[in-house]
């Protein structure tokens, strides 16, 4: 089984602002580590995968997520946000044969002006 | 491209009344998937196809909930009867194929208000 947890519901900063959006994860299998972007009256968008490889993977709108094996983390970053990052930001993990996609409850990212 | 389409966007019904939702995915797209989300949730997996059968359906209460996708193509989503907890966004979504790790494309999904 498979589980992640997103250690915040909401996180408000002003714009220019660094912001972390925290990710942890518990699976028994090797796993593949997804960020997606759910806009305003919008569906869910890929931002950043990590399948294999390096472990700091991009987007490209700024945003950074790094693979912790260690700490079975892939926490979301972004060194300055702007408004238009305001949206609510689902980690999900996947693993095992079936390849079947586990979410967490979601962060909200507020940016404020 | 075109991407998911899903309908209708809102629904509103009374519990023990029956409900239906229509996706239609990216052409080509070979996996369907159904995801129920609950506010304040993340995205539940209802249902996958591979083409027109059912890969994996564990999460979804058969007792009130049935989707198919007879043509390998679009699919159907019904709920009868509904509950109040079923009150959700119902989110489609498709990928290329199962078996790698494909991007899932998800529609705008419908917002079901059981009272």
């Known amino acids: 089984a498979q589980s992640v947890t997103q250690l915040d519901s909401q996180v408000p900063v002003f714009e220019e602002a660094p912001v972390e959006l925290r990710c942890n994860y518990s699976?028994?299998?090797?796993?593949?580590l997804f960020w997606y972007v759910q806009y305003p009256n919008q569906g869910l968008q890929l931002l950043l995968k990590?399948?294999?490889?390096?472990?700091l993977v991009e987007s490209i709108n700024g945003f950074e997520a790094e693979f912790n094996k260690s700490q079975t983390s892939f926490h979301l970053r972004k060194p300055s946000v702007h408004i238009s990052d305001t949206a609510e930001y689902f980690c999900a993990v996947s693993g095992g044969s079936n390849y079947k996609l586990t979410f967490g409850k979601g962060t909200l990212l507020t940016v404020n002006p | 491209e075109a991407g998911v389409a899903q309908s209708p966007r809102y629904k509103i019904i009374e519990k023990r009344q029956s409900v239906a939702f229509w996706c239609n995915p990216i052409s080509g797209h070979a996996t369907l998937y159904w995801y129920q989300q609950i506010l304040g949730q993340g995205p539940k997996l209802l249902i996958q196809?591979?083409?027109?059968?059912?890969?994996?359906d564990s999460q979804l209460p058969k007792d009130r909930f049935s989707a198919e996708r007879l043509k390998g193509v679009d699919s159907t989503l019904k709920i009868q009867p509904a509950k109040l907890e079923d009150s959700a966004v119902y989110l489609c979504?498709?990928?290329?194929?199962?078996?790698?790790?494909?991007?899932?494309?998800f529609g705008p999904g419908t917002r079901l208000t059981v009272l």
């Open positions: 196809f591979q083409n027109n059968g059912v890969v994996d």
């Open positions: 990590y399948l294999s490889g390096s472990t």
């Open positions: 979504a498709s990928s290329p194929g199962a078996g790698t790790h494909n991007e899932q494309f």
């Open positions: 699976s028994s299998v090797s796993v593949y």
